[in-house]
């Protein structure tokens, strides 16, 4: 049996047993989704980009970076008419839509709001007839001093996405 | 901004934002128990080692390797009385005493049963008297398939220690 080995190699996808990818919402906000924005060349072990209205949910998981039940991915927004304010959470074979308010996220350190995160179930269909499905992901964006310093009218608006199909969420973490 | 560095580097401390050790009950048996009863100067990035006997609960941060509030250990058992099978685990200040039905733990790939988890609570003084405290561990120890085929008579006998403070570990897992 071989005992000792390199931990960490350079392979997107290998990591010792046992290490995951388990961020805290402020870790995505002030670290990942922060850096993405002043940067959109910016790209990590974790997160992969996509575009969220061309995938289905059920595509997602082949194209994350890592991930056995749940997935990260930066995406950039996409304004549902080219001169309002709503986002078009539509793909071919349904919708997002919000549940829920959306949660303050706020710095450890400062105590200052850094973003919001808002939590979305995957209906199949048309609105309002779509079908409920066990697929839902929370939205992380910039807000208060990180958006009011960071994200101008003209800036390219990345979101990160958490997905996770709900009946898998509640085995893994159950667990614990 | 610095976009680009080395996700992995080979320091002990350094771990790239969001990755943390959050091993499966299984991955511990299967991979870091096994390792360390086949070779007991097996040593990794997550798991420190310890005497368990000689450490009070609030020392143990202090010797981990990671972990911010649950912290992995491997401690050799300590036979109460040297010809018997209980184990010893009284420490200075307080004892651990189990709580709750052991765990059976089995392979995913298999289905055989690969090792035992069982839950204890730190209590501060002497059995019966002692007060309970808001420590909690989780003690793995290989057992069926794995404990007949590795572990022999002679054999130094490792466990594996998931410790946290209750309070600590209801806030952490509550955030996902």
């Not at 350190?109 to 919001?116: H, N, S």
């Not at 995957?122 to 960071?150: D, I």
């Given at each position: 049996?071989?005992?000792?080995?390199?931990?960490?190699?350079?392979?997107d996808?290998?990591?010792p047993?046992?290490?995951?990818?388990?961020?805290t919402?402020?870790?995505?906000?002030?670290?990942?989704l922060l850096?993405?924005?002043?940067?959109?060349?910016?790209?990590?072990?974790?997160?992969?980009?996509?575009?969220?209205?061309?995938?289905?949910?059920?595509?997602?998981?082949a194209?994350?970076?890592m991930?056995?039940?749940?997935?990260?991915?930066?995406?950039?927004?996409?304004?549902?008419?080219?001169t309002?304010?709503?986002?078009?959470?539509?793909?071919?074979?349904?919708?997002w839509?919000?549940?829920?308010?959306?949660r303050?996220?706020?710095?450890?350190k400062?105590?200052?709001?850094?973003?919001?995160?808002?939590?979305?179930?995957?209906?199949?269909?048309?609105?309002?007839?779509g079908?409920?499905?066990?697929?839902?992901?929370?939205?992380?964006?910039?807000?208060?001093k990180?958006?009011?310093?960071?994200?101008?009218?003209?800036?390219?608006?990345?979101?990160?996405?958490?997905?996770?199909?709900?009946?898998?969420?509640?085995?893994?973490?159950?667990?614990?």
């Amino acid at each position: 049996m071989e005992i000792t080995y390199n931990y960490f190699d350079n392979s997107d996808a290998h990591l010792p047993p046992g290490f995951r990818f388990h961020p805290t919402d402020e870790e995505l906000i002030t670290y990942y989704l922060l850096k993405k924005v002043l940067d959109c060349n910016f790209t990590g072990r974790a997160i992969a980009e996509v575009d969220l209205n061309k995938c289905e949910p059920w595509e997602l998981p082949a194209k994350a970076k890592m991930g056995e039940k749940e997935w990260y991915f930066f995406s950039l927004r996409d304004r549902k008419y080219p001169t309002g304010l709503r986002t078009n959470r539509a793909t071919e074979a349904g919708y997002w839509k919000a549940t829920g308010k959306d949660r303050e996220i706020y710095s450890s350190k400062t105590c200052a709001l850094v973003g919001m995160k808002k939590t979305l179930v995957f209906y199949r269909g048309r609105a309002p007839k779509g079908e409920k499905s066990n697929w839902v992901m929370h939205e992380y964006r910039l807000e208060g001093k990180f958006a009011y310093q960071y994200l101008s009218r003209s800036s390219k608006v990345f979101y990160i996405y958490h997905i996770h199909a709900h009946s898998y969420f509640i085995r893994h973490f159950s667990s614990v």
